[in-house]
């Protein structure tokens, strides 16, 4: 099937290693897109959780997927989250097209686009990190019974539920840590000229315009690869949230050629590429000399 191509693509909290993360989902959505860019926006690997016992092949899938994404081209900047800070020691480190930072500002069609993960804007994190902690378990717990009580809904033909959704919508300090921390990124925004502030984080997938006194910028979020299974898209110089349960992608199935890749194999092709890129320009400069006026 043909690909989408897309101008750029952002996606987080995918939280590979840990039971919620949709993994097969997500590789159909990758496989049916064609990105220039693609932005992991943070907690793309839930190292707070991580286990040897539980790392099964679509994660790993996952991750050969990205990184042959980007030895075929697509630039991906990997954003760090507070689930995968332990990458942060390697900030402003790139490898071919894969780049690895804390936050990143693009400029779309003449707007300025930040981004950055959102975990900055948490007092939980920030003054209480095993109680945060703590509570990545409990919701990796919650995510776990849920995925046993809807395998019972769909044998009893009856729709699926989301219970920590719904906790979340009835416990009120929860909603207004939400829209304080959406109010703080715009506001941040606003005050360094920035048109879009994208995070994630919080997994609520969103897309609106704040206006205020100081001036107008768009918030969003990627939402997240755990219950909500979306993604931002920026094509036409217009922003979309893409929901993969409104859109089914089964037809698109991982890759032939990468199965048979190792993830040694996807690195070098990546620097292999890079390599080749440097020689060709550096070939068009010798060729531009000695063409040019004596």
Known sequence: MKKRKIDLVVISDVHLGTYGCHADELIAYLNSIQPNKLVLNGDIIDIWQFSKRYFPPSHMKVLRKIIGMASKGTEIFYITG???EVLRKFS????????ISDKLVLNLDGKKAWFFHGD???VSIQNAKWLAKLG???YGLLILINRFVNWILVKMGRERYSLSKRIKNSVKSTMKHVRDFEKTGVEIAIENDYDYVICGHIHQPKKEIHITKKGKCTYLNSGDWVENLTAL??????????KYNQDKLSPFFADEELKEM???ELIASITAKKEEEEKSKGKMGEKSLDEGPL
Do not use: Q
Not at 92 to 99: A, K
Not at 233 to 242: A, D, L, N, T
């Open 120 to 122: 900055v804007f948490d």
């Open 262 to 264: 190792d993830m040694h």
């Open 82 to 84: 507070n689930h995968d």
């Open 92 to 99: 402003d480190t790139s490898m071919g097209n894969l780049h």
């Open 233 to 242: 898209e920026y094509s036409f110089k217009r922003w979309k949230i893409y």
């Open 136 to 138: 990545g378990y409990g």
